[in-house]
């Protein structure tokens, strides 16, 4: 076996350079959704943020990149993100409404970080209602109701834009509106924080399927190849996170 020949000055010199290069590196900061969409992320939570800060983080320390999380309203963030003002996006998906449409074509998408199932959140009564009886859904400011395009489209939907998910649940279980589109996961989450977990259902006959949330950027492209290679790698740490999230 070679004896160790590194010296205790020569040890104490790699350290110090780790060092200075772990704290000379760049802060890069994300632009994030400024609603509580916990369980999947609340970025404006001082400690666990959701499940999409803890794959980030695990990637910030697997990586070395260091994240600011930063919260603007949601149609802020595009705009933020052309203006070079932050580095990334999340969440994004292409298939959601831009409204600068001009950087679409330049951005990257991450592989997904998670999948969801996009519903509509409605009162008891209506869990089995056809699309028919359907005419009123609330969404949070800035969200693209995806599944509902097409309806929207053919003017057969009042659609109602409220500042948060829990405003968007709470005119459901007022009656107010026939539905709201909200992910099922933070739906439950949220009416079980005021203990309302029972009065409202998943709508069973109403548009819905799989929505997919990205970390996008302009400028990064290297980041993204790069927590694409760590998300590829961690599918077993994502699987106990998703468990751990009730996601």
Not at 71 to 89: C, S, W
Not at 138 to 166: C, M, S, Y
Not at 207 to 236: C, K, M, W, Y
């Amino acid at each position: 076996m070679m004896p160790n020949t590194k010296s205790p000055w020569m040890l104490l010199c790699l350290f110090w350079i780790g060092f200075s290069h772990a704290s000379e590196q760049e802060t890069l900061i994300v632009g994030c959704q400024d609603i509580d969409y916990y369980p999947r992320y609340n970025f404006n939570l001082a400690d666990d943020k959701g499940y999409a800060w803890a794959v980030l983080e695990a990637f910030s320390k697997s990586s070395g990149h260091q994240f600011e999380y930063r919260a603007y309203p949601i149609k802020r963030l595009q705009r933020e993100l052309a203006d070079g003002n932050i580095a990334f996006v999340y969440p994004d998906n292409a298939g959601w409404q831009s409204l600068h449409q001009k950087i679409d074509s330049h951005k990257l998408l991450s592989e997904p970080l998670i999948a969801a199932s996009s519903g509509t959140i409605v009162l008891e009564k209506r869990e089995f209602n056809p699309i028919e009886k359907f005419s009123s859904l609330a969404v949070p400011h800035g969200f693209t109701p995806e599944h509902w395009l097409e309806v929207i489209a053919q003017k057969r939907l009042n659609l109602l834009e409220v500042d948060t998910p829990i405003a968007a649940l709470n005119l459901v279980l007022k009656d107010r509106v026939d539905g709201a589109d909200i992910e099922y996961h933070v739906a439950r989450y949220l009416l079980t924080q005021s203990g309302q977990q029972n009065k409202a259902k998943l709508a069973k006959n109403l548009p819905h399927g799989p929505v997919t949330f990205h970390l996008s950027t302009i400028e990064r492209r290297d980041v993204i190849e790069q927590l694409n290679a760590f998300i590829a790698s961690i599918q077993a740490l994502m699987t106990r996170l998703r468990i751990e999230y009730q996601l």
